[in-house]
């Protein structure tokens, strides 16, 4: 392994480890010697990486808004497909990568008070509601998306996918629904539907 390949994986590590910590303990709990020890490495090695606490909490929060702006790249023909294929790329990635959970957590607690404010205003750089809330429009339009508030759909939506993240985390043993169960939410049925 090559110099830069033990940095990089050195880095990962540090990631993973205080994110883990910043989730269960919280920002203002979570001191650097904890994340040091918790990788049994010194507080001196951590610094290497990280300048401070807040660095590291900014460089997570960094990772959980290109990863929001990823799911707004998602492709698709039609809005109701949208929703399912995020719902879907949610819970795959988590369930391949069980820190995905975590970071759900951490981005919630990241828009709370108790985090620096540049971070926290990092944080609410996304917004998820407001983007979705457009495609509900679009779907509303095209009959695929049952009437009612855009912003209060989505809004529904992405609560639904937020606390289905975050008990996971807290309950791993139970499994995930399915994405069409939380995309009912949305969807506009007809009477056909219902005698099925």
């Known amino acids: 392994m090559t110099r830069k ?27 650097v010697s904890d994340i040091a020890e918790a990788l049994g490495i010194s507080v001196g090695l951590l610094f ?3 300048e401070s ?3 590291l909490y ?16 998602i492709k698709f023909n039609d809005p109701m497909e949208y929703f399912l294929k995020t719902t879907e790329e949610l819970f795959n990635a988590a369930e391949g990568q069980p820190w995905v959970f975590q970071m759900f957590v951490l981005m919630s607690q990241a828009r709370r008070c108790g985090i620096p404010e540049k971070i926290r205003q990092l944080a609410l750089s996304v917004d998820q509601v407001e983007f979705s809330a457009e495609i509900i429009r679009h779907g ?26 975050e008990q996971h985390f807290i309950t791993p043993d139970i499994p995930l629904p399915k994405a069409e169960w939380i995309t009912d939410i949305l969807k506009k049925h007809n009477r056909r539907d219902d005698l099925k």
């Open 140 to 165: 509303q339009e095209n009959g695929t998306i049952k009437d009612g508030d855009p912003m209060a759909l989505s809004f529904a939506f992405w609560c639904s996918i937020q606390g289905v993240m």
């Open 58 to 73: 900014k460089d997570l929060v960094e990772m959980g808004v290109q990863s929001t702006k990823r799911l707004e790249a």
């Open 48 to 50: 290497h990486y990280y």
């Open 5 to 31: 390949e033990q940095k990089e994986m050195r880095q990962k590590q540090i990631i993973f480890k205080s994110l883990e910590l910043f989730v269960s303990k919280g920002f203002s709990e979570t001191k």
């Open 53 to 55: 606490k807040e660095a």
